[in-house]
């Protein structure tokens, strides 16, 4: 790269003609002298300065990037809720874009497989850098199931707590036999539920608003239903339980609204750590024309205990009284008999009616 500086040398003007057409060069290693008369001005010296390239390399510009919080791959287990850990953003300057950054891609927490988000940011010179993310969703592992000692009969009650409740739990405390209450969340009561609770008997969810329609409606109407129930059970005993029962069980026909929604909870619910229980003796307590009275009930009960001798899960309505006066005669009989009555857990056997949807 040459650079010209001229230099007016008055005094010179009197050693050159007007005429002056000889041009002188002096040459070093980077300069370059020289006279000419065809300058405008007379006697003018124009040197010229031929400067060497820069031997400094110019920073070259880079562009955006995007940095993951987290892990690239994520592993979590199946649950109703994902939350992205997160990302930041900056432009070549360093300067935070993060408020530019589209996300692309969807998870859902709840269905176990393998998700991909995509997160695309564009800077000020049209430039864009990109990230993507893997999350693998798996399922919950739960305790292993331990067999019970035959003989075993797991008394549960749906619907509940109501104010036959109390007169339940005095039955039950009574023998000393825990029992198991699958809570509908609306029903209020929570003194009921507190006091099942402290005395030892399992808490399970059945829903918070017993309305077919509304709970299966789909998966999401399900879940909402279901997480209201829980936080009632967290607010009362401190923690979430896994243990429940599916309005009208597993084996209902009440959710044929959505075709196979069965099918897909069970599955679900199951992969996101909880055990639901249907029940192989049934009370028939419940109905809309009360043809029955508490001597039945105890027949029907000690019946289909004595018909499944490994165990029996019975199910029964603690809004029936008359179902509520049966239990004293029933464990009665039970202890009587040799029977263990004992409340479920997640190690308890599970037992499942055949899915109708």
């Not at 539920?193 to 077919?212: D, L, M, N, T, W």
């Not at 029962?245 to 679900?268: D, E």
């Amino acid at each position: 790269m040459k650079k010209s500086v001229f230099v007016s040398l008055f005094l010179l003007t009197l050693f050159l003609p007007l005429s002056f057409s000889k041009s002188l060069q002096i040459e070093t290693d980077h300069l370059e002298t020289s006279l000419s008369s065809s300058t405008q001005t007379q006697g003018a010296i124009c040197i010229l300065f031929d400067t060497p390239e820069s031997t400094s390399k110019e920073t070259p510009i880079t562009g955006p990037s995007i940095v993951l919080n987290g892990e690239e791959t994520l592993t979590i287990p199946a649950d109703f809720y994902f939350t992205d850990p997160g990302y930041v953003a900056y432009d070549y300057l360093g300067d935070d874009i993060t408020d530019r950054v589209i996300q692309e891609g969807e998870i859902i927490p709840y269905l176990v497989g393998t998700y991909e988000l995509t997160y695309t940011v564009t800077d000020d010179l049209s430039q864009t850098a990109r990230a993507v993310r893997t999350v693998c969703v798996v399922p919950v592992e739960l305790p292993d199931i331990v067999d019970p000692p035959e003989k075993t009969v797991y008394l549960t009650f749906d619907d509940g707590p109501c104010n036959n409740t109390e007169k339940l739990l005095d039955i039950l405390k009574k023998y000393d036999v825990k029992a198991t209450f699958f809570i509908v969340g609306s029903k209020g009561h929570q003194d009921l539920i507190a006091r099942a609770y402290q005395e030892g008997h399992s808490i399970g969810v059945h829903c918070f608003r017993h309305e077919f329609n509304e709970i299966y409606a789909n998966e999401q109407a399900y879940f909402a239903d279901f997480l209201k129930a829980q936080e009632i059970v967290k607010e009362i005993t401190g923690s979430y339980t896994h243990i429940f029962r599916f309005p009208g069980g597993s084996a209902n026909t009440v959710s044929y609204i959505n075709k196979g929604l069965m099918t897909r909870l069970t599955k679900i619910m199951e992969d996101m750590g909880y055990r639901y229980f249907d029940w192989n003796v049934c009370a028939d307590d419940v109905g809309s024309v009360v043809d029955f009275t508490t001597i039945d009930i105890e027949r029907r009960l000690k019946s289909g205990i004595q018909r499944h001798q490994e165990y029996a899960i019975v199910l029964q309505h603690d809004i029936s009284y008359l179902s509520i006066c049966a239990v004293d005669e029933v464990i009665r009989w039970g202890l009587e008999k040799g029977y263990t009555f004992l409340p479920l857990d997640l190690t308890s056997p599970v037992l499942h009616s055949v899915v109708q949807n």
